[in-house]
C-alpha cells in the first residue's frame, strides 16, 4: 500500500538532514494519503494510476478538499507552481521506488508525463523581496535594541539565520589582513524537531567571509568575555535565538512600525535579507562569481537562477564592453580597469620575441615579494604540509585555515584516487596535514604571517622536439585553485605566458591565468611563439642528419 511504502521510502533517502526527512514524512501523510492511501503502488487492480496523480496536480493548484478528507475539515490551501513542482518531485521519487524495486512492483511510474503548473520564471522575484538600502535603514532603526545588531550581521554577510545564530567567538577570522568569519556549523532539526549545530546547507556554504571592520568590532564586542564556543547571540533568555520567536517579537513589529513610521510598504522576511544583500552587491557590479562564494551556493548556476534578472543592472556595462570589442577605437569599459582582465590582451599582437632564437621568456615567481617572513625565526611556528610541501605559519587558524581550505578544495580529487585505488600514502599527500607545531622553523623561505592568497588559475602546457613535432600536450586548458605559496603555480594576472628551451632539445610554451578565455588564446601565442623558436634550434641540422 501506499503509506508503508512512502514512509519507507524516505526512511532510505541518503544524503539528506533529519529535519528535511520529518518535512518529507510530513508532506507524505499531509499531501498524498488523503489521495492515495487506499490504493497499492503494485499494478493491478488497486493500484496507483496516472489520471490519479493528475487529478492531485489540479486538486493542490484549485485548493481542493483530498478524497479522504473530512467534509467538515478547513479549505486546503491552493499551492503555487513550485510548491507544486517539489511535491510532485517527492511523488514521482516515491513511485519510482516501486518501479526499481528487486523484483519490481510495476512495470512504469504513473507520474510519468503529467503536464504540471506552468513556472514562468516570476514566481522566484514574487516571493523574493529586495529592500533598498533606505528601506533596510528604516527596518534596523525600528527593530528592538537587542535585534539590531543580529538584523546587521545578516545584512552586511548575506548569511542564512542558521549560520548568523551559530557564530561563535572561534569564528572571528581574518582574510588577507581584513577582518572576516568563518562559517563552519549552523543551526538545524533533527527528526524530533530538536535544534542541533551541525555542518552548514553544503560543502560550499562552509566558507570564510570577509567583513566591514565596524561589524568586525561589533562582533569582538559582543564576544569579549565568552567561551570560544558560547554563541556570539542568543535570545532574550539565553540560548538559541528561536527564528519564530524572533519573527514574532522582533520582525514583525519592527515592520509595521516602520510602515507607520516611514510607509514602508514591503513585507520582508528575515531570509530577505540575504536576498537584499545579494542585490546590493550586484548593484555594485560585483562579479557573479565573488557573489556566489560569499553566499555558499554551491554553483554558479544557482546563483543565476535565483539573482540572474537582477542583471539588467549592468546593462550599460554590457553595452559598453560590447562596442570596445567592436570598435578599437572605442575607449575601455570603465569596470574592466578594476576587475584584473584588463590585461587580458596585453602583448598578445605584438608579443616581445626573445634576444636569440635559444632564449628563454620567464614570467617572475611570485613569492619573491608576497611572502612576509616573521621577524624572529626562533618563534614557534605552525606547519601544514600540502602535497609534500611544508608551508609555516606564525598564527596557528590561519596554518587551521589553509589546511580546510586545501581538503575542501582537493575533496573531489582525493575521493576519485581513493576509488581508483592509490595507496593510502599517496593519497594522504595529495591532502594537507597539520596543523604541527614547532618551536622554531628551520626550513627554506620565510615564515607566513597572513593568510595567502588563492586564485582559481588555468594552466595550458606543451612541448614540441626540435623539428617542430608535438611532443608533449596536456588538456587545452586545466583549472585549480592555487596558492601564494604555489610559487610555480600562482598568479594573479588574467593571462601570462611563456617559451623555455629545456636542455633536452625541446621547446615548451606555458600559459597560465585567472580568465579562461584570456589563457586560451594566450597558449595560442605561446604555442606559436615555441615553433618559431624550434625552427631556430642549432639541434635542428644534426638532428636531421641523424634522420
Not at 514574487?126 to 528592538?144: D, G, S, Y
Not at 549545530?197 to 556554504?205: E, F, N
Not at 625541446?506 to 597558449?523: K, L, P, Y
Request: proline fraction near 6%; charged fraction near 30%; hydrophobic fraction near 35%.
Amino acid at each position: 500500500m501506499f503509506e508503508p511504502l512512502a514512509l519507507a521510502c524516505v526512511d532510505r533517502f541518503t544524503g539528506i538532514q533529519g529535519d528535511t526527512r520529518a518535512k518529507y514524512k510530513k508532506d507524505v501523510l499531509d499531501n498524498m494519503v488523503p489521495w492515495f492511501g487506499p490504493y497499492s503502488v503494485e499494478d493491478g487492480e488497486g493500484s496507483i494510476l496516472r489520471s490519479m496523480v493528475q487529478d492531485w496536480v489540479n486538486d493542490m493548484e484549485a485548493g481542493r478538499l483530498a478524497p479522504l478528507d473530512p467534509r467538515d475539515r478547513n479549505p486546503r490551501t491552493a499551492y503555487k507552481p513550485k510548491t507544486i513542482h517539489n511535491k510532485y518531485g517527492l511523488l514521482s521519487a516515491i513511485l519510482q521506488s516501486a518501479v526499481d524495486a528487486e523484483p519490481s512492483l510495476r512495470a512504469s511510474n504513473p507520474c510519468g508525463q503529467t503536464r504540471l503548473p506552468r513556472l514562468d520564471g516570476t514566481e522566484d522575484e514574487e516571493e523574493m523581496v529586495f529592500l533598498e538600502r533606505e528601506e533596510w535603514a528604516w527596518l534596523h532603526e525600528c527593530l528592538a535594541d537587542d535585534a539590531k545588531e543580529l538584523g546587521e550581521t545578516i545584512a552586511e554577510t548575506g548569511f542564512r539565520w542558521g549560520d548568523a545564530t551559530a557564530l561563535q567567538p572561534r569564528d572571528l577570522r581574518r582574510r588577507n589582513g581584513r577582518p572576516a568569519i568563518r562559517v563552519q556549523r549552523s543551526w538545524k532539526k533533527d527528526e524530533d524537531g530538536k535544534s542541533i549545530l551541525g555542518p552548514p546547507k553544503t560543502r560550499k556554504s562552509r566558507r570564510t567571509v570577509v567583513i566591514t571592520h565596524k561589524l568586525d568590532r561589533m562582533l569582538r564586542r559582543r564576544a569579549k568575555g565568552l567561551a570560544k564556543d558560547d554563541l556570539i547571540f542568543t535570545g532574550p533568555e539565553g540560548g538559541e535565538w528561536d527564528p519564530g520567536t524572533f519573527r514574532r517579537l522582533r520582525w514583525i513589529p519592527a515592520i509595521e512600525l516602520a510602515a507607520e513610521k516611514y510607509g514602508l510598504i514591503k513585507r520582508p522576511r528575515i531570509h530577505d535579507l540575504r536576498h537584499s544583500h545579494a542585490s546590493w552587491l550586484m548593484a555594485a557590479k560585483v562579479p557573479l562569481p565573488a557573489i556566489q562564494g560569499r553566499l555558499g551556493h554551491e554553483s554558479i548556476t544557482a546563483t543565476v537562477d535565483r539573482y540572474g534578472h537582477l542583471l539588467d543592472a549592468l546593462d550599460d556595462e554590457v553595452m559598453a564592453a560590447v562596442e570596445w570589442a567592436m570598435d578599437p577605437n572605442a575607449p575601455l569599459p570603465g569596470f574592466l580597469e578594476h576587475s584584473g582582465l584588463a590585461s587580458a590582451t596585453d602583448g598578445l599582437t605584438n608579443v616581445p620575441r626573445q634576444m636569440s632564437g635559444l632564449a628563454q621568456e620567464a614570467w617572475k615567481d611570485a613569492s619573491s615579494m608576497v611572502q612576509y617572513g616573521a621577524e624572529d625565526d626562533s618563534e614557534t611556528v605552525f606547519v601544514v604540509t600540502v602535497d609534500g610541501r611544508d608551508v609555516p605559519f606564525a598564527d596557528r587558524q590561519h596554518a587551521q585555515d589553509v589546511a580546510d581550505q586545501w581538503n575542501g578544495d582537493h575533496a573531489d580529487e582525493i575521493d576519485a584516487m581513493r576509488a581508483d585505488g592509490w595507496s593510502e600514502d599517496k593519497i594522504t599527500r595529495r591532502g594537507a596535514i597539520g596543523p604541527e607545531e614547532r618551536e622554531q622553523w628551520s626550513g627554506g623561505g620565510p615564515v607566513w604571517t597572513r593568510m595567502p592568497d588563492r586564485e582559481f588559475v588555468h594552466t595550458a602546457l606543451a612541448s614540441y622536439d626540435p623539428d617542430g613535432a608535438l611532443s608533449y600536450e596536456s588538456l587545452p586548458v586545466t583549472s585549480r585553485w592555487a596558492w601564494e605559496f604555489e610559487p610555480d603555480s600562482f598568479t594573479t594576472k588574467a593571462a601570462e605566458f611563456r617559451t623555455e628551451f629545456r636542455p633536452g632539445g625541446t621547446t615548451e610554451a606555458h600559459a597560465r591565468g585567472i580568465n579562461r578565455a584570456a589563457v586560451t588564446r594566450a597558449f595560442e601565442q605561446a604555442r606559436a611563439d615555441a615553433l618559431a623558436v624550434c625552427s631556430q634550434n642549432p639541434n635542428l641540422d644534426s638532428v636531421g642528419a641523424q634522420a
